[in-house]
């Protein structure tokens, strides 16, 4: 009995071709990182931003089993890219000094979204995997933006909410199975998700006042609960109708 079944082999071709693809993403990562030192100041920043890239890039091989990644996933993967880096500088606050760039890291990044999904529709390659790396970016990036709005503006812990909760949402679908259910489609959620991004932005430029950066913090947050609060309320009366 051979040791790979055709299947098996062509299962193992279609992912070393989407590891080719991932592989030229890590060096385009190393690249940027040395097109920025003082975002990259410390070899800390590149080990981390490094790590998380590889990290990512582990579950795409994980959960793409379909070959080429597609030029959806492909500019979601350039977006990965810019998101390992923002991550790295966070390490010894080497952002601090180069704010300017991680921002405008920030805001590249958001702009992609907009254009992966485009792409997507345009050429009818909408998949779940896609939506989902898409989504899990987002998060991450939010994430991001509220760490580094802790240590610039030092608003307290619970800036990290912003970022945070989603990942509480989910890990509350772990034991209230009802939470887990799907969501409908809703401009509101989406609008909210761009607000957050937006109003972090702002709340991190060295022109704004630290109380105007408090101020649009809150108003992230608030919104991000009446969102929550308002799919919690919607998945609730789902169960208990079912």
């Known amino acids: 009995m051979p040791p790979f079944s055709d299947a098996s082999l062509y299962t193992l071709t279609k992912r070393l071709y989407s590891a080719v693809e991932l592989f030229i993403g890590g060096l385009l990562l190393m690249a940027l990182g040395k097109s920025l030192p003082l975002l ?5 920043n590149g080990w981390i931003a490094v790590g998380l890239y590889t990290c990512i890039s582990f579950l795409v091989i994980t959960f793409w089993p379909y070959g080429s990644l597609g030029w959806a996933n492909r500019v979601t993967l350039l977006r990965a890219v810019l998101v390992s880096l923002m991550a790295g500088a966070l390490a010894a ?11 405008a890291l920030a805001v590249i990044a958001l702009l992609l979204d907009g254009v992966d999904g485009w792409i997507a529709r345009r050429t009818k390659s909408h998949t779940m995997f896609g939506a989902r790396f898409d989504m899990e970016l987002d998060a991450l990036l939010i994430l991001l933006l509220c760490a580094g709005l802790l240590r610039l503006e030092s608003l307290g812990l619970w800036v990290l909410l912003i970022g945070g909760m989603r990942y509480l949402f989910v890990a509350a679908g772990w034991w209230v199975s009802w939470l887990s259910k799907p969501l409908f489609e809703s401009f509101r959620r989406k609008a909210i ?9 702002l709340a991190l430029t060295p022109l704004t006042s630290h109380l105007m950066s408090s101020l649009l913090a ?3 947050l ?7 609060g308002f799919d919690v309320w919607w ?3 789902q169960a208990k109708r079912t």
Do not use: E, G, K, T
């Open 235 to 237: 998945l609730y009366r």
């Open 40 to 44: 990259i100041a410390d070899p800390a």
């Open 218 to 220: 809150i108003s992230a």
């Open 193 to 201: 998700c761009v607000w957050q991004v937006v109003a972090l932005l």
């Open 93 to 103: 606050n080497a952002f601090v000094a180069a704010i300017w760039q991680w921002l």
């Open 222 to 228: 608030l919104s991000l609960l009446y969102s929550f």
